[in-house]
């Protein structure tokens, strides 16, 4: 999800809104859903361009949020290690790291 709808490269607007529910218990409504492209970076600094599919653009929201489940879901393998983050890695687990993060 991102309030950001200048980064979609695709975009349908929603039919009707849909509630999103926040942190705080909130509910804001998703404007639109499309794809963005992005560009991740793991440890050792190389770039990897991604699509990210069926990204909800939520004008209300404060941050860019992801959700690892979708990623699971859609074949990225996540790794959590104590104090350095998460590694993503492409092709169900078998591929590059294509993306790293600390906390």
């Known amino acids: 999800m991102t309030p950001n709808c200048q980064w979609f490269a695709?975009?349908?607007?929603?039919?009707?809104?849909?509630?999103v529910q926040i942190g705080?218990?909130?509910?804001i409504p998703a404007a639109g859903i499309g794809r963005?492209?992005?560009?991740l970076q793991n440890?050792?600094?190389k770039?990897?361009?991604?699509?990210?599919?069926e990204v909800l653009h939520v004008p209300n929201l404060q941050a860019n949020l992801i959700?690892?489940?979708?990623?699971?879901n859609r074949g990225t393998n996540v790794v959590f290690q104590k104090g350095s983050g998460?590694?993503?890695?492409?092709?169900?687990?078998?591929?590059?790291?294509?993306?790293?993060a600390n906390q």
């Open 43 to 45: 440890r050792q600094g």
């Open 47 to 53: 770039d990897t361009e991604a699509v990210i599919k």
């Open 10 to 19: 695709t975009y349908r607007p929603l039919a009707s809104p849909i509630s």
């Open 67 to 72: 959700s690892v489940q979708e990623l699971v």
């Open 24 to 27: 705080n218990g909130k509910q």
């Open 86 to 100: 998460a590694i993503l890695t492409a092709n169900q687990g078998h591929g590059p790291e294509i993306g790293y």
């Open 36 to 39: 963005i492209f992005v560009t």
